[in-house]
T-cell receptor, first 109, second 113 residues
Framework: GENVEQHPSTLSVQEGDSAVIKCTYS??????FPWYKQELGKRPQLIID?????GEKKDQRIAVTLNKTAKHFSLHITETQPEDSAVYFC???????????FGTGTRLL | NAGVTQTPKFRVLKTGQSMTLLCAQD?????MYWYRQDPGMGLRLIHY???????AKGEVPDGYNVSRLKKQNFLLGLESAAPSQTSVYFC????????????FGPGTRLTVL
């Protein structure tokens, strides 16, 4: 089955700097890669997702890149702000009937 | 719309006790999920349902049972709680397939002594 690895587990950045979180996956059939943000004591919420027919997607200060050949995808946050402090989870899924598998999370400080 | 709600928010059980967690959604979603979240382990799928009357096992189903008698509700049961089931439990739903956006409930913090 699918296995998703996420690094780093903790990331400290200065306000205004950029942050990059990386995930690798094992199943070449996976083609859907969402990122969820979870603030302390709150529920996970989708912030951005990408599908395998797209190499990069941006939404204001966040972007996700996908390298299907290497089987890895990354979340980029530019001009980090205090409200970006949270745990970020990546996930991978295949066709609509393949379950999502989540990474172990990155705490952004 | 309330979205996805969970009952209760907190619960403390003794080993061997049973309980049921209730998840409700008012978005008419077909798919519903139960996850557990443990420190350093992310979200792991316990059971899921692809429609009313259906259930299936996820990654970590042992010790849990589920039922989806109504489309809007998904129940998670612990028949004989164990300390290893101490966790935060999240319910989620998605419109029609796994790769739709999943909407999460607020979570239930369960402690088993």
């Amino acid at each position: 089955g699918e296995n998703v690895e996420q690094h780093p587990s903790t990331l400290s950045v200065q306000e205004g700097d950029s942050a990059v979180i990386k995930c690798t996956y094992s199943d070449s059939a996976s083609n859907y890669f969402p990122w969820y943000k979870q603030e302390l004591g709150k529920r996970p919420q989708l912030i951005i997702d990408i599908r395998s027919n797209v190499g990069e997607k941006k939404d204001q200060r966040i972007a996700v890149t996908l390298n299907k050949t290497a089987k890895h995808f990354s979340l980029h946050i530019t001009e980090t702000q205090p409200e970006d402090s949270a745990v970020y989870f990546c996930a991978a899924g295949g066709t609509g009937f393949q379950k999502l598998v989540f990474g172990t999370g990155t705490r952004l400080l | 719309n309330a979205g996805v709600t969970q009952t209760p928010k907190f619960r403390v059980l003794k080993t061997g006790q049973s309980m049921t967690l209730l998840c409700a959604q008012d978005m008419n979603h077909e798919y519903m999920y139960w996850y557990r979240q443990d420190p350093g382990m992310g979200l792991r799928l316990i059971h899921y349902s692809v429609g009313e009357g259906t259930t299936a096992k996820g990654e970590v189903p042992d010790g849990y049972n589920v039922s989806r008698l109504k489309k809007q509700n998904f129940l998670l049961g612990l028949e004989s709680a164990a300390p290893s089931q101490t966790s935060v439990y999240f319910c989620a739903s998605s419109p029609s397939i796994f790769t739709d956006t999943q909407y999460f409930g607020p979570g239930t913090r369960l402690t088993v002594l």
